[in-house]
Every structure is written in C-alpha cells, then in structure tokens.
C-alpha cells in the first residue's frame, strides 16, 4: 500500500457527461501528481500541484481540470467526455521537487466511456 | 531534449534465472534521479528503486538492484532470483532540471516469467 489513495476505483459513463476524480496523498507529501494511461501505453503526464499550486502541465485537454485543497486532497475534473478518454487515471504524491522525488502512485481509477 | 529508451518491448525468463532490464537515459543536467516502477496486471504503478546521478554506489533494493553506468547513460534494473510474481510491466523513468523535475518515463518492457 503506497499510502496514496484514489477513489472511485471504476467509473462507467456516457459520452458528454463529467466525472470528478479523487486523490489523497500520503501524509506529509505536498506535491500532487495525475497521469492519463490509456490501454498498452505509457503513462502521460497530464498536472501536478504543490501545495495547492499549479506547478506544471502536462498534456492536459482542456476539457480536464484540477485542483488541489487546503487539505493536499485533488481533484481531476473531466467533462464532455469522449470515447477516447477511457483509460486508468493515476495520481501521485512525492514530498517536494528536485530530482530525488519519488512518486508514490495510487490504485488509479479505471474509466470507462460508453 | 530528455529522453528515456527501454529497447526491450517484452521479455520471456526462466523462473529463478536472474534478469536484466535495459534503460538509457538523455539529458544535459549533470544532476538527475533514475527509477523503476513495476506494474503488475493489476494495474497499481509500484515504485521499485532510485539512484541519483551523484551516488557512488549502485543502488539496491531487496533482490532489485540498478547496474548505473554513468559514462554509457544507462541505468538496467537487474531482478535476481525471479519469481513469477515478477511477471509484470517495468518502467524506467528520469527526472532532472531540464524537465522541470517532471519524471520523464521510458515505453515499458513486459517481462514474464516461466514457471
């Protein structure tokens, strides 16, 4: 158990609609990391956020937000979803920055869009 | 640019054999971190071992250790004594100044292990 949790695990809807993903990081670490991996591939980088800032993008669609609350707990906010948005999400969580920063993943959250 | 290349789309070892998976690494940043993460067909993504590019010694982990080869840019994880749980997705990752500190990931090698 990596100590980051993610809920919900699976998630089925419909094309158009918005889903909300949830991340809490492990106790003490600041930075909140989210990665799109879609079937057979790698992970892509989609945010991260530092203590309830915007640190970096990735690849992110703009039809995906995020954010990260007071208490490091982040959101990954999806909306007018298409086929092609099903993957498994990841969230991350590392201490701080600088190159030694381990990230600790979550379970993921398996979407799936009819 | 910072690049991150597993030359082995998938592997078949024998159970108990040793294996060796390939990563090399490209970055102008004389100060970097290298890991692994293990991804098992369950899906969790399992962090496996670091080493940073000033560390004097090879890191090691249990029966993980990386063969670091600095001068060659290559950072392969070495898996001792494999058990069949090991058959999993492996991806090598690199996190330096140029990207930001953001961990740049390798495409995976699929290993498996035969009973």
């Known amino acids: 158990d990596s100590g980051v949790t993610q809920t919900p695990k699976h998630l089925i809807t419909a094309t158009g609609q918005r889903v909300t993903l949830r991340c809490s990081p492990r106790s003490g670490d600041l930075s909140v990391y989210w990665y799109q991996q879609s079937l057979d591939q790698g992970l892509q980088f989609l945010i991260q956020?530092?203590?309830?800032?915007?640190?970096a993008k990735g690849n992110i669609l703009e039809r995906f937000s995020a954010q990260q609350f007071p208490d490091l707990h982040s959101e990954l906010n999806l909306s007018s979803l298409e086929l092609g948005d099903s993957a498994l999400y990841f969230c991350?969580?590392?201490?701080?920055?600088?190159?030694?920063?381990?990230?600790?993943f979550g379970p993921g959250t398996r979407l799936t869009v009819l | 640019a910072q690049k991150i290349t597993q030359t082995q789309p998938g592997m078949f070892v024998q159970e108990k054999e040793a294996v060796t998976l390939d990563c090399t690494y490209d970055t102008s940043d004389p100060s970097y971190g290298l890991f692994w993460y293990k991804q098992p067909s369950s899906g969790e993504m399992i962090f496996l071992i670091y080493?940073?590019?000033?560390d004097q010694q090879n890191a090691t982990e249990g029966r993980y250790s990386l063969n670091f080869q600095k001068a060659r840019k290559s950072a392969n994880l070495v898996i001792s004594a494999s058990q069949l749980g090991d058959s999993a997705m492996y991806f090598c990752a690199m996190s330096s100044m140029d990207s930001n500190y953001q961990l740049i990931w390798g495409a995976g090698t699929k290993l498996i292990i035969k009973p």
């Open positions: 080493q940073g590019s000033y």
């Open positions: 991350a969580s590392s201490k701080a920055g600088g190159a030694r920063n381990e990230q600790f």
């Open positions: 956020y530092y203590n309830g800032e915007e640190r």
